[in-house]
């Protein structure tokens, strides 16, 4: 089986009647270019890196395509078209980054490389309109940086894979380099760049994986939140190439990311061997708008937004997919409506109204010469529309504590299952996950509207491990009350919390919902999760989960080597109806 697999989708009329996508990301770039504006005539200096050290100003020069986009798009709805203080504003950000580049600091900072896309396309729509002087100075630097990179595009074209042992940087990057190249060789007549970035897009789009996504670690196992970037570079490539493999590209990340987005629309995080956190992101939507139910998409993440004013690096993503963006109908998505998918391999996901569940049996071990991965450990994850996340499937490194199954066999401890499958049906989806000394059916039924339920069943095979549990990561908000069955409270705070089955009385009461226990339940908080970037746990509470586990009681029996049933635990999630 190859191709990500929709098992259904039901749809809903209501979603059909918003806003198109066009029109909110046009009312949010003339919003955004007034905040744009004040940031370059307030106070705090004038130089590229005190603007971006004022907060919410990271990668200021995405700001240069707002402007650019509003004076060159022509359509009834947009008044800045053509108005001289519009083209005053881009030539002066430009005029900036030129300034920063001439003394070397534009290249120096962190991911420069993203910046100069947007300057090249803002280069590339503002031409007839910068005079002799202006371009050729504009371009001398565009050059300058995109040859900083070209040669490792170039060198690295022909690797066995564009994933991260082999490259000397990760997927995404290697990708934005070449979408760099590849735009700056069509601009500036330079054959051998149009050529390099070419192969390598193409390539990027050929070998996609069937189900719509670039692996970072492996081809076979997503990077959900990364990909987003990936996708922003073949949809950039594709829009000026034509590329018929790249078209289709784009269709399957559509509809993974369809899949697997909750209804917040963050990515799944069960699926992310780079990230526990990812926001609602705009990169590269536009690479979306080719089908009906990207389009809609779309729309629905840009909705996301609309309760907060966006930094100059999201106004420039935003100005990107206005200007790429293919206009049309829309249809129904899962988010807003139900539909199952699932991946050929053992992972998948079921929206339904107010509950989303993912199931994963994708497991795999982060590299021990990195600190970008983490290990793929996590098995569920469950979110309710109206309360959030309230399982997480985040993953972690070096935290057995963390993954959903778990054994010491000696003074080995292993939380790797050695197998996993995944059945999927419209009553409900069964994950089984192999360890060595046990396996478990973890069943999903069909939720309902009141509750969700998760039903462990494990079998034991020959002599019980040292010491085995099952565990699931709770999504506790600081500063609101946690309070159990036996009429036991706290406060979610920094303060310790280690209840077991007595102090627990069967049941968690948090945030709107209540989670049924089983017997030999056990609560723990805080939990700080690992973090790639710091190469060290978590530092805000809020992003600590509870560790709530259950001990495996396994006896072995001289007469059976497999023991089927031998333990039966069960977790129901409800949630109070919104007031």
């Known amino acids: 089986m190859k191709g990500i697999v929709l098992l259904w989708l039901a749809g809903a009329a209501g979603c059909l009647a918003q806003r198109p996508a066009a029109v909110e990301y046009l009312e949010t770039l003339r919003a955004g270019r007034g905040r744009i504006e004040a940031a370059l005539t307030g106070p705090g200096g004038g130089t590229l890196r005190e603007l971006e050290q004022r907060p919410g100003l990271r990668h200021f020069p995405h700001a240069i395509l707002v402007p650019a986009v509003l004076y060159t798009l022509k359509r009834p709805d947009n008044p800045d078209f053509g108005k001289p203080e519009v083209l005053a504003l881009a030539l ?89 190249v590849f735009l700056a060789g069509r601009l500036f007549g330079r054959e051998d760049w149009t050529n390099t970035g070419s192969a390598v897009l193409h390539r990027f789009a050929v070998e996609q994986n069937a189900d719509g996504f670039w692996g970072e670690l492996r081809p076979d196992a997503p990077t959900s939140g990364y990909n987003l970037l990936t996708l922003s570079a073949v949809a950039l ?25 909750w209804p917040s629309g963050e990515p799944v995080e069960l699926f992310n061997d780079r990230n526990r956190h990812w926001e609602a992101w705009l990169y590269g939507n536009f690479g979306f708008s080719r089908t009906a139910e990207g389009r809609r998409l779309a729309a629905y993440l840009m909705e996301r937004y609309q309760a907060r004013p966006l930094d100059p690096e999201q106004l420039g993503r935003v100005a990107q997919n206005l200007l790429y963006f293919h206009e049309g109908e829309t249809a129904a998505i899962p988010q807003e409506s139900a539909g199952v998918f699932r991946l050929p391999g053992p992972a998948g996901v079921r929206h339904g109204a107010p509950w989303s569940v993912a199931l994963s049996g994708l497991f795999g071990q982060a590299p021990a010469t990195t600190q970008w991965f983490l290990d793929r450990q996590a098995s569920v994850a469950v979110f309710h529309r109206e309360k959030g996340l309230i399982v997480s499937g985040g993953n972690s490194r070096n935290q057995p504590e963390l993954a959903t199954f778990q054994e010491r066999i000696g003074g080995s401890v292993t939380s790797m299952p050695l197998d996993a499958r995944l059945e999927m049906s419209e009553t409900g989806d069964r994950l089984w996950v192999a360890m060595n000394r046990y396996f478990a059916e973890l069943f999903v039924a069909a939720p ?25 990561q709770l999504v506790l908000v600081p500063g609101q009350e946690i309070k159990t069955g036996t009429g036991l409270s706290a406060v979610v705070s920094e303060a310790p919390i280690d209840w077991g089955e007595g102090q627990l009385g069967g049941a968690v009461v948090h945030n709107g919902w209540t989670l049924r226990l089983p017997p030999g339940a056990r609560l723990r908080w805080p939990v700080r999760p690992y973090n790639p970037y710091r190469q060290a746990p978590e530092r805000e509470l809020s992003r600590a989960v509870a560790a709530l586990s259950v001990e495996l009681q396994l006896k072995p029996d001289a007469k059976q080597f497999v023991r089927p049933g031998e333990q039966l635990i069960e977790f129901t999630l409800r949630a109070a109806a919104a007031q």
């Open 448 to 472: 309902t509207r009141e509750e969700a339920r998760l039903r462990f069943t494990i079998t034991g095979r020959g002599p019980a491990p040292d010491e085995a549990r099952i565990a699931l």
């Open 237 to 261: 490539y594709a829009e000026h190439s034509g590329d018929a493999a790249a078209v289709e590209a784009l269709r399957r990340a559509t509809r993974f990311h369809l899949g697997f987005t």
């Open 92 to 180: 002066r950000i430009g005029d900036l980054l030129a300034e920063e580049d001439e003394r070397g600091a534009y290249m120096d900072r962190l991911d420069s490389y993203w910046d100069t896309t947007m300057w090249l396309d803002a280069y590339r729509l503002l031409q007839p309109r910068l005079g002799a002087e202006r371009a050729a100075r504009w371009r001398r630097a565009l050059e300058r940086n995109v040859e900083l990179v070209a040669p490792r595009v170039e060198a690295w074209r022909a690797f066995p894979r564009y994933t991260s042992p082999y490259l000397g940087t990760s997927t995404n990057h290697y990708a934005q380099w070449g979408a760099n």
